[in-house]
C-alpha cells in the first residue's frame, strides 16, 4: 500500500462509505414510471363508474328475489370433517312422521350415596357422598342444592326434596 497522507482510518471510512453507498444502490428500488403508465391509469380511472346506494340497493333487491325463487335442498355437508361429504336423501313429501308424545318425566334419583354416619350425645351426622361434593349434614341441612336432610338414623338417611318427594339412603 502507498502512502499517501491518508490515514488508515480515513481509508476505512471511505470504504464503509463506498459498502453503504453501493448497498443503497443494490437496494433501492427504481421510483421512476414510464409516461406510457400513466396514461393507462388516467384512461382507466375514467372509465371507472361511481357507485352510489341506490345501485347497492337494486343489486340487493334482485339477489333476495332470486333466492326466493331457488328451492334449498339440505346440506349433507358438516364443516368439521375433511374429505367427502355423504349425500342426503330428501325426506318424503308424502309421508308425515306422526309426533312423539314425551313420556311423564321420571323423577331423576339422585347420585349420592351414604358413607358414614357418626353419633355424638344421641344425635346422629351423615356423610354423603356425591358429584364430586362431600356433606356433612345434620337433620334440616341442605344436599346438593336441591335436598334437605329429613331424618338420620343409625343405619339411612332419609332426603326430601323442594316438591315432598323422600329418598331413603342406606349404609352399604
Partial sequence: MVRSGMTKSTWNGLLAGGGL??????????????????VAATTHASAVRDVTADDLNAQAEKLTEHLGSVAQRPTGRNPFRFGRSTPTKAPAAAAVAPIAVPAAPQPVQPSLSLSGIATDNGKHTA??????????????????????????????????????????????
Fill in 127 to 172: 356423610i354423603i357422598t356425591g358429584d364430586g361434593q362431600l356433606y356433612i349434614v345434620k337433620e334440616g341441612d341442605p344436599v346438593a342444592g336441591r335436598y334437605h336432610v329429613a331424618t338420620v338414623d343409625s343405619e339411612a338417611v332419609t332426603l326430601r326434596d323442594d316438591a315432598g318427594a323422600e329418598t331413603r339412603l342406606s349404609l352399604h
Fill in 21 to 38: 453507498l453501493a448497498t443503497w444502490l443494490a437496494v433501492n428500488p427504481n421510483t421512476t414510471t414510464p409516461p406510457a403508465s400513466n
